[in-house]
Every structure is written in structure tokens, then in C-alpha cells.
């Protein structure tokens, strides 16, 4: 199985770091990536709803959604940190290819609508601070495509950076806002108490649990602890899960400010002045400056929007990322992957604009907020499992007390939710014409989901699953070899995939040199988290290239040759060349896959990019 984001696997180093703060730093990182999707532009729209309409007395979901955040992320850091594996590659593991296809068409749907939310509130943002149309602030955000692309080659740590300081401005503009606005504190400790007015706070309820549980976050987390190397002993697990802990709790707090900052300001500006339907964020922004009595209030307003939707759309892409690669064992070109998930979110918010124009924004994102939520339990419910299997935690399983208030949460959210789609199925039967279409399509799917959700429940109950190590490649290959008389090459690098192309690469390497020549078996790591941070990365998948690695090796040499091995991390068009260049080889020998035209396109090609990088012949081998 291939490294969780293996292009910055493990490329952060923990060890050495002499005092406890440094060492503390070195961790933090992965949960300020993670907060930013609990500050985006959907957590606007249900926070600005909630606020407007109903005062300060939602509050208290906000902080009950941060306290569910705080445990299910720690639950997902700690499978991460524990296992090397990220939740898709854990439940490709456990269930069956067909189940895993559902999970992560589902998985694809929660990370379209976030994006979709991130599209429209940067549209929006874009919109009030330049005066730009909105549609064509929603086809501008197709630019940060490149953007991404530029901060995963700078590495993990530059983009940690960047978005710690967008969430800084989001922080620092509400900061302000809070001052301008003057609400009454009183009211805001009384929105800390539990209720419900009536059935529309209760859909907005959810939508605030969808917009700050955010399931893809929980896929991004559990890869993203995996950036950091430590210590795989007993000793030094244990400190990564209390450090990446604190990191958790300091950025998901800041986070739970920021929101709670945009509902205050919402109650003490809107429903003070019996504003109650202001459910557009562009009608926020418009009300803020009359009713604050400050130029600045607006404009920070959409400066903030502008870098929540920003930062929350560079980490929806990671999670992409991340779950096509776990569930399907599938990588594609990064700005391939890029392009089509933005795509997907910009299609239909395109299209709901032209037909009903830009006063449903606000209506869009609190929807797409409510599918997110729809999506949780299908990633909770697994998540709770895995962390509570004594033999995939080696040990490090959770307590009794943690599996009964993740259980609770997870109930909770599902409840929730039951109830929601089953108040709007039966809405729609009532009001539609034709009720019998919904009865042989909607509800249907409804039972379909329910069956789907209870099965993840018991699965694991009923028998667990062995473990299995995959790859991302065949590795059982007999590798028969050929001989001839005449050899000329004594130092031969052999670039290996542990695929089929590898057979006719060695053998035809083994024509070029024989058994006297040396050789150097390459492989390279090419995971997100290996292109992110090199060498220092540590987890499932750079342990089983190594193991095969070795096997590779171990084989040929009982065959008589002599090999060494070598193995890279990142991109394999800048990797191997590195390599290559720094040793004393004749000649580089490649098997390739035979592809071509839109496959190339899509997965990528290293040949093109390695004949003009390296100083020695490139022999390629067509399989």
C-alpha cells in the first residue's frame, strides 16, 4: 500500500529537538490545516442564519459540534500516528471492494459539497471587495489550482505557514468585528444553554454539525500526523498522540472562537435590529456597515471570507487526494485531481446561479452543509472502529470510556440526521404531484443508505477482517532471467514500480551486464505525504516499498548478482535524477507501462521528464 500523502510523508523531523517547546512545534501543524475547514465559507452561512434568526441561542451547538470535532479528530490523529495508515486506506482494508466503492463515491459527495461551499464563499468574497460578477468570481477560483501545486513543492511546513497566517486574518479581522458590534454578554452565556425553538433552528442545527464535523477532515487528519517523523517505539507513540493532542486542541478552540465570533456578530447586528432572514452573506456584509457604523466592518468582512474560502479549499483538495488514493488505490497527476474536483463544485454552483440567481448563495451553502452532515456517520462509525480494535492500535486502542462518548456522538449525530431526511421525504411526498415517483426513487435510496450505515455498524462486530498488507502494485513476480555471451556495462541503475514492467526492465538490464556488472535497484515513493516531506516520512506504505525493496534484492542475489537498493522519495521525474546523477552508473534501464496519450495525461509520464535531467543513457523497456 502506498504512503498517505506520500510526497511530504515523514518529511518533518521530531527527534533531537532539546527543549519541550521545541518539540511541541515540531508537532504542531497538521490540526491549523484541519481548523480551517471548521472556519469556511459554509460555517458562514449556517452560522449567519443561526444568528439572524434565532439570536444567540445556538450557540451552545457550536460548542457541543467543537467538543464532538476535539474527540473525533483526536481519534483520527491517533489511527494516523498508530496504525500508518490514513481512515480510507484503513477501510479498504476491512471492507469489501464493493463497500469501499460506496464509502468513497460518498467520501467524493462530501468533499464536492465543501468545496462547493469554499467555491461560492470565495465567489461571494471576490465579489463584495472588488465588485467583480459573481459568476465570474466563481471561474476565477479555478486559479488556485496552480496555487496548491506551488505550496505542496515548497513542502509541508511552507504550507502550514500559509495557511496558519490566512487563519490569522480570518482571526484578526473578527476580532474587530466582535469590537464594532458590542453584544450582550449576558445573552451570549445564555445561548451556552441547550435548546431548540422549533423545527427551522433544528435544520440549521445540523447544518452547523455538518459545517464544523466535517467528514473529509477526518481522512485528512489521520494522513496528516503521518508527516511527522518520530521515534516507532512505545515511548515516542505515546508523545506523538500527546503533542499532536495539544496541536488539536489549541487550533479547534481558535476555530470554535472564530465561529462563534460570526454568530455573536450576526445576533448583535441582525436579530437586535429584528433583522431575522439575512441568510446571505452578501446581505451581511451590505447591513454591516449602516448598522456598525464603520467602513472597515465590510471590508474585513470579505477580506476574512476571501481567505477562509482559500484555506479551506487547499485542504478539501489534500482530502481528495487522499481518499481516492486510500479507497481505490488510485493516484492521478496532482493538478489533474485538482482541476476535476473544482470542477465538480463549480459546474453546479454555475448553474444554480444562471437559473435562480445569486439571492440562493446563501441557501446553497447551508444545503451543501446538510449533505456534509449526511456523510458523517459513514466515516465516524468506521473511524470509532478501528480505533478501538486492540489489534490494528497494537496497544494504543482506546478506552472504554473514550468507544462510549464516541458511540454517543456518533448516535447523536445519526439520530439527527435520521430525523432530518426523514422530515424532508416526507415533505416532498406531501407537496409533490406525482408522490409515487419519490416512492420508487428516494425512498428506495433512503432504505439503501440505512442498510449500508447499519452494516458498517455490525460488520466489525461480527468478525473482524484479517489483516491484510496491500501495494499499490503486483509484487508476486517470478522474475525469470536471460542470459547472453557478450556484456558491456558494469554499473547499471534499475528503476523499479514493483509492477510487471519490472520482469522485462531487470532482464533486459541483466543483457546489458551480466553477472559481473553492478547493480542499483531505484524505487521511489510518490505519495502526497513523500512529495511533501521526503525522506523523513514514516509510515505503512514506505515500510512496504522497503520490504519489497529488500525482497527484490534478497532474490537476485541468491541468483548470484549484485544489487543494491536505493530508495527515493517524492516525484519520480526530480528523484531519480538526483539520484542518477550523484552515483557512477553507465547507464539507467526503465520498464514502461505502454500507455499513452490521456493516460499519460492523467497519471503522468517520467520518461519525458528524465531524459532531459539526466547525465548517462536512459534505456527504456517497452513491456
Known sequence: ???????????????????????????????????????????????????????????????????????????????????????????????????????????????????????????????????????????????????????????????????????????????????????????????????????????????????????????????????????????????????????????????????????????????RNGMFHVAEIQDAHQFLQPLLGTKWAPILFAVALIAAGQSSTITGTLAGQIVMEGYLNLRIQPWVRRIITRLIAIVPAVIVIMIYGEQVTGKLLIFSQVILSLQLGFAIIPLIHFVSDKRKMKGFHIGRITQIAAWIIASTIVSLNAKLVYDEITGWIENAENPLVLWLTVVPLAIAFLVLLLYIVFKPFIARSKAKNYNHSPHNLTLKFSEKATYTKKNIAISVDFSEADEVAINSAFELGGIEANYTLIHIVETVGAMMYGENIQDHETTIDEKLLNEYKEMLVQKGFRVEIQLGFGKPGKVIPAIVNTGSFDILVMGTHGHTGFKDLLFGTTVNKLRHQISIPLFIVKK
Open 1 to 271: 500500500m502506498s504512503k498517505s500523502l506520500e510526497e511530504v510523508h515523514g518529511s518533518v523531523a521530531t527527534q533531537n529537538k532539546k527543549s519541550a517547546f521545541r518539540k511541541v512545534l515540531a508537532f504542531l501543524g497538521p490540526a491549523y490545516l484541519i481548523s480551517v475547514g471548521y472556519m469556511d465559507p459554509g460555517n458562514w452561512a449556517t452560522d449567519i442564519a443561526g444568528g439572524s434568526q434565532f439570536g444567540y441561542t445556538l450557540l451552545w451547538v457550536l460548542l457541543m459540534s467543537n467538543i464532538m470535532a476535539l474527540l473525533l479528530q483526536s481519534l483520527s490523529a491517533r489511527l494516523g500516528i498508530v496504525t500508518q495508515r490514513d481512515l480510507a486506506q484503513a477501510s479498504r482494508e476491512t471492507y469489501s471492494p464493493f463497500i469501499n466503492y460506496i464509502l468513497y463515491f460518498l467520501a467524493e459527495i462530501a468533499i464536492a459539497a465543501c468545496d462547493l461551499a469554499e467555491v461560492l464563499g470565495m465567489a461571494i468574497g471576490i465579489n463584495l471587495l472588488f465588485d467583480i460578477p459573481l459568476i465570474e468570481g466563481v471561474l476565477i477560483t479555478v486559479l488556485d489550482t496552480f496555487l496548491l501545486l506551488f505550496l505542496i513543492n515548497k513542502g509541508i511546513r511552507k504550507m502550514e505557514a500559509f495557511i496558519i497566517a490566512l487563519v490569522a486574518i480570518i482571526g484578526f479581522s473578527f476580532v474587530f468585528e466582535m469590537v464594532f458590534a458590542e453584544p450582550e454578554l449576558d445573552k451570549v452565556v445564555l445561548g451556552l444553554i441547550p435548546s431548540i425553538p422549533n423545527e427551522a433552528a433544528l435544520y440549521i442545527a445540523i447544518g452547523i454539525i455538518g459545517a464544523t464535523v466535517m467528514p473529509h477532515n477526518l481522512y485528512l487528519h489521520s494522513s496528516l500526523v503521518q508527516t511527522r517523523k518520530f521515534d516507532r517505539t512505545d515511548k515516542g507513540i505515546k508523545q506523538a498522540l500527546k503533542y499532536n493532542l495539544i496541536d488539536s486542541t489549541i487550533a479547534l478552540n481558535l476555530a470554535f472562537l472564530v465561529n462563534a465570533a460570526i454568530l455573536i456578530l450576526a445576533a448583535a447586528t441582525f436579530y
